[in-house]
């Protein structure tokens, strides 16, 4: 099972929207809604901002947002601000032998 | 929102075997899953496996067949074994409360694989 492909930096100045992709296949992304987003600061333990693909946990900013279409998976931060700039994951279960995968990491910055 | 904590061995020579231990606190172990996640510079993060509280477990397949995960919900602890270690085995072990989301992560533990 290969890690999910994710741009490897996404840039955007404060204020504005940038979106990260997370691209699968059928056989994860495409086939479960049981897509989550982590946002991990350097030296920083992962941080849970989406699961099930568009659902918020409590405390999360309602500026993230998430999405799924086909076999990609997206995560929508609007109103960037300096505090959003840190690498983002995704994770999908895949029903197979393997059962979750991580994305290849999206380092996000901000201008 | 419970706290976990690793704890083993920073430190592990090639071909043994980590092991590692998670103590959960501030929350009941029961009717819930709980994961090893391991993050290195070349790999990023990937899932090792999981214990449901039942016991029941379930691993990533590229690491099954040197791998074991087990609970003592007695302790509030859960484990992980790693046997063979190499070199690609070096990373920040995590462990989490969850299988499929993450939402609490203990702090996590770097090991090294050395001679």
């Known amino acids: 099972q290969s890690a999910l492909t994710q741009p490897a930096s996404v840039s955007g100045s404060p204020g504005q929207s940038i979106t990260i992709s997370c691209t699968g296949t059928s056989s994860d992304v495409g086939a479960y809604n049981y897509v989550s987003w982590y946002q991990q600061h350097p030296g920083k333990v992962p941080k849970l901002m989406i699961y099930?693909?568009?659902y918020r946990p409590s405390g999360v900013s309602n500026r993230f947002s998430g999405s799924k279409s086909g076999n990609t998976a997206s995560l929508t931060i609007s109103g960037l601000q300096a505090e959003d700039e840190a690498d983002y994951y995704c994770n999908s279960y895949t029903g197979g032998s393997t059962s979750y995968v991580f994305g290849t990491g999206t380092k996000v910055t901000v201008l | 929102q419970v706290q976990l904590q690793e704890s083993g061995p920073g430190l592990v020579k090639p071909s043994e075997t980590l092991s590692l231990t998670c103590t959960v606190s501030g929350g009941s172990m029961n009717n819930e899953y709980w994961s090893w996640i391991r993050q290195s510079p070349g790999n990023g993060l990937e899932w090792i496996a999981y214990v449901h509280y039942s016991g029941k477990t379930n691993y990533n397949f590229s690491l099954k067949s040197r791998v074991i995960i087990s609970i003592d919900t007695s302790k509030n602890q859960f484990s992980l074994k790693l046997n063979s270690v190499t070199a690609a085995d070096m990373a920040v072990y995590y462990c989490?409360?969850?299988?499929?989301?993450?939402?609490?992560w203990g702090q996590g533990t770097l090991v090294t694989v050395s001679s």
């Open positions: 989490v409360r969850g299988a499929g989301w993450y939402a609490d």
């Open positions: 099930d693909v568009n």
